[in-house]
């Protein structure tokens, strides 16, 4: 099932849900390993208590078993959902990845809600009821997700994979492309402004224009530059990705690291389709829309 995703930029992109059949999967992959270290961890503290000849360590060994349950029951998902950004072992096995219904990576309180509500969604209702809601709900949620504002997509699918795309200044402006520090930007900031460059000419002209000053008003400041007079916003736009992508790129023209990989798609290291000017079907406009668009003072 696909579903829409409204970025901070106000960008619409749209992801594929993981169905009930690949999440059941991923989850019985999931049950079956925490058996294995709840298994591993009994036989370790019937290793200890083996040792005990005067029963000295029975109480605690009992305390142990319960510290032993929650930790495979709650830490085993908490855990490798927050420091792995969204999967789990049976997740990353079937292509899956928790995000917020924003799209961004999932934090500590989103993974604890979800795993303290897997109980009612999974376990206390003997699946039931987090059947029903995956089946029920318009992003395929549980009642664990609703909650924590959480849903599960597709990373791997039949689908066709973006096109890579190679970015190049506007003409003229390719000495002040150069000069942008753009590492001060993250992989989501380059993300924002890929997807609005992509979708561009699919905007009404002023929505395209406003969009375009949105997006450019904080990377001004944060980049402690000042466009040249008469560059619009969606030019400026079009400077920072190809300033970013040569960066990545390293002196050589090649991907010096790892590809960029998120629910966005992956970091363009070819020239597969014509430059970004060649795309703009509707001339943006030369002066901004509205009075944000301006140099840091």
């Known amino acids: 099932m ?6 901070p930029e106000a960008v619409v992109l749209q992801f594929e849900t993981a169905g009930i059949g690949s999440r059941m999967l991923a989850g019985l992959l999931d049950l079956a390993i925490q058996v294995g270290l709840f298994i591993g961890g009994l036989s370790g503290l019937a290793l200890v208590a083996s040792f005990d ?21 709650f830490g085993y998902p908490v855990l490798l959902e927050t420091l792995w950004r969204g999967r789990t072992v049976g997740k990353a096995a079937l292509g899956l990845r928790v995000v917020t219904v924003e799209g961004a990576p999932i ?35 549980r009642i ?9 997509l597709r990373e791997r699918s039949a689908a066709s994979s973006p096109q890579p795309m190679r970015f190049t ?8 492309a150069a000069t942008l520090t753009t590492a001060v930007l993250d992989h989501d900031d380059y993300g924002a402004v890929r ?4 979708r561009a000419s699919t905007f009404p002209a002023a929505v395209r224009g406003d969009l375009a000053v949105r997006l450019a008003d904080p990377l001004v400041e944060r980049l402690r530059t000042t466009p040249p007079p008469g560059v619009d916003a969606e030019a400026f736009l079009v400077c920072i990705a190809a300033s970013y992508q ?12 790892a590809p960029f990989l998120s629910v966005w798609g992956t970091l363009p290291t070819a020239a597969t389709h014509a430059p970004h000017a060649a795309q703009r079907t509707a001339p943006a406009p030369t002066v901004a829309p509205r009075d944000g668009y301006a140099p840091p003072a």
Request: glycine residues 10%; hydrophobic residues 55%.
């Open 144 to 152: 664990g997700d609703l909650v924590a504002g959480t849903m599960v």
């Open 107 to 141: 934090r500590f309180r989103h993974a604890a809600i979800r795993s303290i509500l897997g109980l009612v969604d999974w376990y206390a209702t003997n699946f039931t009821v987090g059947i029903v809601a995956l089946l029920v709900t318009k992003r395929n949620q």
């Open 246 to 257: 040569q960066r990545m790129a390293g002196p050589a023209g090649r991907a010096t690291g």
């Open 53 to 73: 000849a005067f029963g000295a360590l029975e109480g605690i060994a009992s305390a142990l078993v319960y510290i032993l349950v929650f930790l495979v029951l």
């Open 195 to 198: 997807s609005f460059l992509l």
């Open 2 to 7: 696909a579903a829409p995703i409204v970025t």
């Open 169 to 176: 200044p506007p003409r003229g402006l390719e000495s002040y």
